[in-house]
Nanobody, 118 residues
């Protein structure tokens, strides 16, 4: 199983970006999907997760600005980011909890850089 993230880039403060992450390979079922982010010198932190089709949780700092959604038929998770702030600048990683022929594992995408200028 491989995860490929896309959609990062540069945006001015207050702008929007939409991240996508698609999983490929021998997938039986996706049990949960999420987005994390990391800045140099800091630990990777949870941004948002979605599971049980539409149960979501967000980091407090992104509530009301970011929206996570998933399309299990397309093995894809999205992160709509609105009202972006400079402190949202980070490398964003997608994460999926997947049941495959190997069993149940957690997979990570390579990361996509989001830069928000003030």
């Amino acid at each position: 199983v491989q995860l490929q993230a896309s959609g990062g880039g540069w945006v001015q403060s207050g702008g929007s970006l939409r991240l996508s992450c698609v999983a490929s390979g021998s997938i039986r079922i996706i049990l949960g999907m999420g987005w994390y982010r990391q800045v140099p010198g800091k630990q990777r932190e949870l941004v948002a997760i979605i599971y049980n089709i539409n149960t979501t949780h967000y980091q407090d700092s992104v509530k009301g600005r970011f929206t996570i959604s998933g399309d299990n038929a397309k093995n894809t998770v999205y992160l709509q980011m609105d009202s972006l702030k400079p402190e949202d600048t980070a490398v964003y990683y997608c994460n999926m909890d997947i049941a495959s022929r190997r069993g149940r594992d957690t997979y990570w995408g390579r990361g996509t850089l989001v830069t928000v200028s003030s």
